[in-house]
């Protein structure tokens, strides 16, 4: 379950963020812990400036951190970026990859998130890469070419012995803060889909190991829905993960 912040909080608030929300976690999975043990995987995706203080609230939580994007650079002349290795100094496990926001607002293509993906990959952080159609491309019956040609793209030169750190967001551009929620079946269409195109690239056994997350007005009341499908294997939250109430419902769902 993966919390993608955007921009918003600071870090003072990004502590008190925290500190509300580990009380109400049920503990990490264990061996002999108590039954309502948490088995699922935490993410969460502060803005940069808030990762060191999202660092020392979450120690010892069992919560993960994500960066919500980086550059494919070990270093150099790139005003504004960061790299992996900056992300891997402040804490970070994770890197989202793709999001759409960041190909529309930001002239993100496939190229350059596979660029991104290939420097994550080899410095050891776990990519959240970002796929999803907008509404004109859904309409016009180009969901599965769309969703094709950035999986094959994105992708591009990662081989199966690379693709177990690997997570897939399906993220349908129409439903990213709108409210409207793709439906399950409709996700799940999409993730099968994704999965039968990763068997591809990667054969059965890698392609049925990679945790494929879904993203779009995820909330509280929609969750359970969605998580029944068996091709759902997590969210990616925007608005309903910045409320550590809500936060803490979609993952102990
Ligand atoms: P949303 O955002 O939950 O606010 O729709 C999801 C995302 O963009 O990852």
Same mark, same amino acid.
């Given at each position: 379950?993966?919390?993608?912040?955007?921009?918003?909080?600071?870090?003072?608030?990004?502590?008190?963020?925290?500190?509300? +929300?580990?009380?109400?976690?049920?503990?990490?999975?264990?061996?002999?812990?108590?039954?309502?043990?948490?088995?699922?995987?935490? /993410? /969460?995706?502060?803005?940069?400036?808030?990762?060191?203080?999202?660092?020392?609230?979450?120690? @010892?939580?069992?919560?993960? +951190?994500? @960066?919500?994007?980086?550059?494919?650079? =070990?270093?150099?002349?790139? !005003?504004? $970026?960061?790299?992996?290795?900056?992300?891997?100094?402040?804490?970070?496990?994770?890197?989202? +990859? @793709?999001?759409?926001? #960041?190909?529309?607002? *930001?002239?993100? =293509?496939?190229? !350059?998130?596979?660029?991104? %993906? +290939?420097?994550?990959?080899?410095?050891?952080?776990? &990519?959240? /890469?970002? /796929?999803?159609?907008?509404?004109?491309? #859904? $309409?016009?019956?180009? !969901?599965?070419?769309?969703?094709? $040609?950035?999986?094959?793209?994105?992708?591009?030169?990662?081989?199966? !012995?690379?693709?177990?750190?690997?997570?897939?967001?399906?993220?349908?551009?129409?439903?990213?803060? =709108?409210?409207?929620?793709?439906? &399950?079946?409709?996700?799940?269409?999409?993730?099968?889909? %994704?999965?039968?195109?990763?068997?591809?690239?990667?054969?059965?056994?890698?392609?049925?190991?990679?945790?494929? %997350?879904?993203?779009?007005?995820?909330?509280?009341?929609?969750?359970?829905?969605?998580?029944?499908?068996?091709?759902?294997?997590?969210?990616?939250?925007?608005?309903?993960? %910045?409320?550590?109430?809500?936060?803490?419902?979609?993952?102990? *769902?």
């Amino acid at each position: 379950m993966a919390a993608n912040w955007k921009m918003h909080k600071t870090p003072a608030e990004t502590a008190d963020f925290l500190a509300r +929300l580990i009380p109400l976690l049920a503990p990490a999975a264990a061996e002999g812990a108590p039954e309502r043990a948490r088995v699922c995987d935490i /993410v /969460v995706a502060p803005p940069f400036p808030c990762l060191p203080a999202a660092a020392t609230a979450a120690r @010892g939580a069992g919560i993960e +951190l994500a @960066g919500q994007n980086m550059h494919w650079e =070990t270093h150099g002349a790139f !005003t504004g $970026e960061v790299s992996a290795a900056m992300l891997l100094a402040v804490g970070c496990r994770y890197v989202i +990859l @793709g999001h759409s926001e #960041r190909r529309q607002y *930001f002239g993100e =293509t496939d190229a !350059t998130i596979n660029r991104k %993906l +290939l420097a994550a990959l080899n410095a050891g952080l776990r &990519p959240i /890469v970002c /796929v999803g159609e907008t509404l004109a491309q #859904r $309409e016009a019956g180009q !969901t599965e070419t769309v969703l094709r $040609e950035q999986l094959e793209r994105g992708f591009l030169g990662i081989k199966a !012995t690379q693709a177990p750190p690997c997570i897939l967001a399906y993220e349908p551009v129409w439903a990213i803060g =709108t409210g409207r929620t793709a439906t &399950p079946e409709l996700a799940a269409d999409a993730h099968r889909y %994704l999965r039968q195109r990763l068997a591809r690239l990667w054969g059965d056994s890698a392609a049925a190991a990679c945790r494929i %997350l879904y993203g779009g007005s995820v909330k509280p009341d929609n969750i359970r829905g969605l998580m029944a499908q068996p091709e759902l294997d997590g969210a990616l939250v925007g608005g309903a993960s %910045l409320d550590p109430q809500s936060f803490a419902a979609l993952v102990d *769902f």
